[in-house]
Each structure stands twice: as structure tokens, then as C-alpha cells.
Nanobody, 119 residues
Framework: QVQLVESGGGLVQPGGSLRLSCAAS????????MGWYRQAPGKQRELVAD???????NYANSVKGRFTISRDNAQNTVYLQMNSLKPEDTAVYYC?????????????WGQGTQVTVSS
């Protein structure tokens, strides 16, 4: 059974920092493209950042220069370091693991962790 468990969310003041973690079990995250998505109330889920198995990264324009995605394959964990947080970063953040089905993979989601940026 595949599980992605996010942690590290919470309430932070504007300009503050948080680090989200996503612990994977049931898969080897090293062979999956791993990503972070977010969904704010009334909005569609959007990509925040992702990292391929080769280490290539991609960021939403709104977070470039402020957020950093990283992975620790030995710990089967992916991180999202979020700095200079803004109120518009408030959302539920979801971890995603993707590998094409023709490569015996799948598309998996965590349950989400709430990030609230407010003074």
C-alpha cells in the first residue's frame, strides 16, 4: 500500500519560513517524479514545485526564488523549503508521486497539510 504523509504545515507570519516534509512508503521515491501542489479555497489545485528522478526541478513563477524542493532518497522523503512566505501562499499543500504506469508506476497523493500565512 502506497502512502505519502505530509507534515510541517502550520500558521506563520508573512515573511516567515516553513519546511514541509513528505514521507513515502510502499514505493521507492527515488524512481518517482515527486512534486508539491497546493489548493487554496475556491481555487484549483496548482503545481508549486516538482523534481524528476534525474534531479531536474520546476517551480511555479509565483514561488521562484522563495521555495526550494529537495529529496532524500535514503529517507524516502521529499521536502519543500518555503521562505519569505506571503498571505497568498495560504493553501493546503499536497505531495505527489508520479511514475508512468507502463513503467509499473502510478500517481499518488498525500492527504495534505495546511499552510496559513497571516499576521
Amino acid at each position: 500500500q502506497v502512502q505519502l504523509v505530509e507534515s510541517g504545515g502550520g500558521l506563520v507570519q508573512p515573511g516567515g519560513s516553513l519546511r514541509l516534509s513528505c514521507a513515502a512508503s510502499g514505493i521507492s521515491s527515488s524512481i518517482y517524479d515527486m512534486g508539491w501542489y497546493r489548493q487554496a479555497p475556491g481555487k484549483q489545485r496548482e503545481l508549486v514545485a516538482d523534481m524528476t528522478t534525474f534531479g531536474s526541478t520546476n517551480y511555479a513563477n509565483s514561488v521562484k526564488g522563495r521555495f526550494t524542493i529537495s529529496r532524500d532518497n535514503a529517507q524516502n522523503t521529499v521536502y519543500l523549503q518555503m521562505n519569505s512566505l506571503k498571505p497568498e501562499d495560504t493553501a493546503v499543500y499536497y505531495c505527489n508521486a508520479f511514475r508512468p504506469r507502463w513503467q509499473s508506476g502510478g500517481n499518488y497523493w498525500g492527504q495534505g497539510t495546511q499552510v496559513t500565512v497571516s499576521s
